[in-house]
Every structure is written in C-alpha cells, then in structure tokens.
C-alpha cells in the first residue's frame, strides 16, 4: 500500500481543515506531511486520526510536522521539580523530543489534546506536546 493511500485521512483531514504550505511527500520509505493549520485543535485531530491508523506509534513510516496557529493563547508556567521539560513532536512519552523549556519559563499553551498532553510553542517557537501535569496556568 503507498503511504500517501494509507495516510489518505490524515491528508483529507489536514486540507479540508484548510491547512496552508501543505507538502506531502514519500521519501525512503516515509511520508512527510508539512504544513500549519488553522489551530491546535485541528493538529490534535491530525494526531487521532494517525493513532487510528498506527495504534503504537511505532511504523515508523510517518513524519507529521504540522504547526497550529496559537488558538488559546493563554500563558503556562513549566512546573518540572528540577529539570527541564520535553516538549514532544506527538502527544504520548514514544514521541521524539523537538524541543525542552526550562523549569519556571512562560510558555504559551496552544490546546489540549487531552488530559494529559498539551500543545504548546516556547519563546523560541518550538512548538509540541508536553505532559499537563508540569503546567500550570498564568493567572
């Protein structure tokens, strides 16, 4: 099955969320899907519908680098007891580390995936998930 096929939903989803600098491209074996959408909570979608696809995270045959608009907004403070904390390409500890914020940094919460799982973008613009129980609003 090509992957473009086999990723055909998270395409769909992508576009008709009017996804903007949308690349899909299928190198080595991998799917690339590049692009910005319109909010963290389309982004979050994107990553339910590849959880549907690849319960595990684990084919490894998909690279999803989507940027959301900040939507929310508000301001987190990192609450980690000493180190910094990950900020995750996917929602879930099996995703790559694309970035870190150190313990009492500002950052900008741009929607919640879950519970659990935050998206969020640094001062520096990384932008990923990180696990909500580090976080805490700025009031």
């Not at 910005?36 to 994107?46: E, F, H, I, R, T």
């Not at 929310?72 to 929602?91: A, D, Y």
């Amino acid at each position: 099955m090509a992957l473009k096929e086999k990723y055909k939903a998270i395409i769909d989803a992508a576009t008709e969320a009017g996804a903007s600098n949308l690349q899909v491209v299928e190198q080595g074996g991998v799917l690339y899907i590049n692009g910005d959408v319109p909010s963290g909570a389309v982004k979050d979608k994107l990553w339910q519908i590849y959880g549907t696809i690849d319960p595990t995270f684990t084919a490894g045959d998909l690279v999803l680098n989507v940027n959301a608009a900040v939507s929310e907004g508000g301001k987190v403070r990192v609450i980690t007891k000493e180190s910094n904390l990950n900020i995750r390409k996917g929602p879930g500890t099996d995703q790559p580390v694309v970035g870190k914020a150190a313990k009492g940094e500002i950052i900008t919460l741009i929607s919640k995936a879950n519970d659990q799982w935050w998206l969020v973008r640094t001062n520096d613009g990384e932008e990923g998930y990180s696990y909500s129980q580090y976080l805490e609003p700025v009031l």
